[in-house]
């Protein structure tokens, strides 16, 4: 559970404030629930070799980092945050029409870093909208974050079916489709103002720290999350094609992706749960040391069966760390400075899920399925950054000189 802070008896959320909220993650997810598990197969009808699809998956991510930061940055200083979803879907609508035109590598490529730029904004934005409601009202962001996961479930089965009945050429298409509705979801998003100079104190052990964004323990652990995060790139570019290499067909495919959310859907609804029981560090050490076990497990001759099980390691590597590393997020910075926050945090995510993207092509052309023993190499440097970051946290003297596992 992500501390809230009490809310005022004088301000109110917005109407429907957690149902808008919930619908405004629905629409980028429905978008990442075709991108990310069917975008590489429609690449590979274009018939590009590993390395062309590592570098166009790649190069978005990086766009997306640099871009990400500064919209963050000048939406914690416009009047409505909401307003900087409107242009971003509205944009990536535009890219996604062009893709239909696109062909070659030199165009997929520029068409889609274009796109990573444009849509780099959305999904940070909401999370800083969301997140300002659990501080002014108390709203539970798990079991609102949850509804995004869902619609990824229901886009990623949905568009199995429909690729394995048409083939990859429906990517772009069912793209067009995500895209719509983002531009639509920005009208209805939450208008909740400026963010607030002078907040209400979080119900945490420790005081939200001033000029936080330098702060050298939220620092490391964002880092060590994003590079623990980094090491699901080989999954997110190659899973796709390696099932369909080994047989899957594409309703199976999609029921693997969906597993993983489904297992990452039931972490959100009970994330409350899991507040109450585990401190943040516990969350985040945990789900990276599942993390380098799934990716030790992943080359193994599995079948079916086993991959579906081995998915619902999602909701640890990555449900798990992405509520702990947020609730030391919501710890640490004020609410001035919270699309900020998750712009720096967006950035190291983004450059290094990026550059390992890059690398994947490379491995998985050299190593092909073994290449995951590098992935799990990977975890591995991100679990002991989180470590480090975990003894980096000042002690308190109130308690003996131990160290707090707050938030």
């Avoid at 709203?139 to 479930?153: C, E, L, M, N, Q």
């Avoid at 899973?239 to 597993?259: P, R």
């Amino acid at each position: 559970m992500i501390p809230a802070s009490i809310p005022s008896p004088a301000g109110r959320a917005p109407p429907y404030f957690r149902l808008r909220s919930a619908l405004s993650y629905c629409a980028p997810l429905i978008v990442n629930g075709i991108a990310l598990p069917f975008f590489p197969v429609w690449l590979a009808t274009l018939n590009f070799t590993d390395h062309e699809i590592g570098i166009i998956l790649a190069v978005p991510m990086v766009v997306r980092v640099l871009v990400a930061p500064v919209v963050a940055l000048f939406a914690d200083r416009m009047k409505e945050r909401a307003y900087v979803l409107l242009w971003s879907g509205g944009l990536s609508l535009l890219t996604a029409i062009a893709l239909f035109w696109a062909n070659d590598f030199t165009t997929v490529l520029l068409v889609y870093a274009l796109q990573g730029a444009t849509y780099a904004p959305y999904l940070p934005v909401v999370e800083s909208i969301t997140i300002s409601g659990v501080r002014r009202w108390g709203i539970d962001y798990g079991s609102t974050r949850v509804w995004g996961s869902i619609a990824f479930i229901v886009s990623t089965l949905i568009g199995g079916q429909l690729i394995g009945a048409f083939g990859g050429s429906m990517v772009p298409p069912l793209m067009v489709v995500g895209f719509v509705l983002t531009t639509l979801m920005a009208l209805y998003c939450p208008r909740i103002g400026p963010t607030r100079r002078r907040g209400h104190p979080l119900d945490i052990k420790a005081p939200p720290i001033g000029n936080a964004l330098r702060n050298p323990q939220l620092l490391l652990t964002m880092i060590g999350v994003s590079i623990q995060q980094a090491s699901h790139a080989l999954f997110y570019t190659f899973a796709s094609i390696y099932w369909h290499h080994i047989g899957f067909s594409g309703t199976q495919v999609g029921v693997l992706w969906s597993a993983g959310v489904t297992a990452e859907v039931t972490v959100f609804f009970l994330s409350k749960r899991l507040g109450r029981r585990f401190s943040a560090w516990t969350l985040m050490r945990f789900g990276a040391a599942m993390c380098v076990c799934r990716w030790i497990i992943f080359p193994m001759d599995l079948g079916f069966s086993g991959h579906f099980v081995l998915q619902c390691f999602h909701a640890f590597t990555y449900a798990c760390v992405h509520l702990g590393v947020q609730r030391r997020i919501v710890a640490t910075v004020q609410e001035t400075q919270e699309a900020s926050a998750q712009g720096v945090y967006f950035f190291y995510n983004g450059m290094c899920l990026g550059l390992a993207t890059i690398a994947s092509g490379y491995i998985y052309a050299w190593l092909g399925v073994a290449g995951f023993y590098t992935m799990a190499l990977l975890a591995a440097v991100g679990l002991g950054m989180i470590i480090t970051a975990f003894y980096l946290q000042p002690q308190s003297s109130g308690n003996g000189g131990k160290t707090l596992e707050s938030a």
